[in-house]
């Protein structure tokens, strides 16, 4: 069975926030550390660690227009990352691996918009996904450890997504 469209854009979030540490100038490897619908960690998990979850209430759909199949509505994604503290300073990893993370956003959309300037077009949509025709990235805000998110400093943004689905075709 095919993956819905949705969650195919996840996956590629997944992948894109995941990148390529080998070949990069980045302080965090992130590989194998991005988690999808988690919403708790424990001791047996490696820092660092980044979720992607929807807000719990999402922004309210343009309705589909009558005998529409179709509609074009913003999907926020919540990126929560978490990283170990420092001693001195434990708010220090979490503003670095916000950073790592928005920086691995923003050459997405840089690219995207370099692809329009230069050609005219898109030759590669974000996120590989022609359903996505806008890229939003909210500004990090950084928490030290409390009793109820996290036993450590950790960050949160919204990535806000333009999508256009096919109601008839989610997949």
Partial sequence: MADPFRLIALKNLTALIEGEDSNSDFTFDLTGR?????????????????????????????????GGGAR???????????????????????????????????RERTRVENE???FGKI??????LQRITDFQIGT????????????TAYFYMV???????????PF
Wanted: proline share 10%; hydrophobic share 35%.
């Fill in 123 to 128: 030759q590669r949509p974000y996120l590989g």
């Fill in 34 to 66: 991005v988690s999808r619908g988690r919403t708790e960690f424990g001791a047996n998990d490696t820092l660092p660690l980044i979720a992607l979850l929807e807000p719990p209430v999402p922004i309210e759909a343009l309705p589909t227009p009558q």
């Fill in 72 to 106: 074009s509505t913003q999907w926020d994604i919540l990126i929560q990352g978490f990283a170990k503290d420092d001693k001195n300073h434990p708010l220090d990893p979490a503003y670095v691996l916000s950073a790592e993370v928005t920086q691995r956003l923003a």
């Fill in 140 to 151: 990090a805000v950084h928490r030290p450890a409390d009793q109820e998110v996290s036993k």
């Fill in 159 to 169: 990535l806000s997504l333009r999508v256009t689905e096919d109601l008839e075709n």
């Fill in 116 to 118: 329009r300037r230069q």
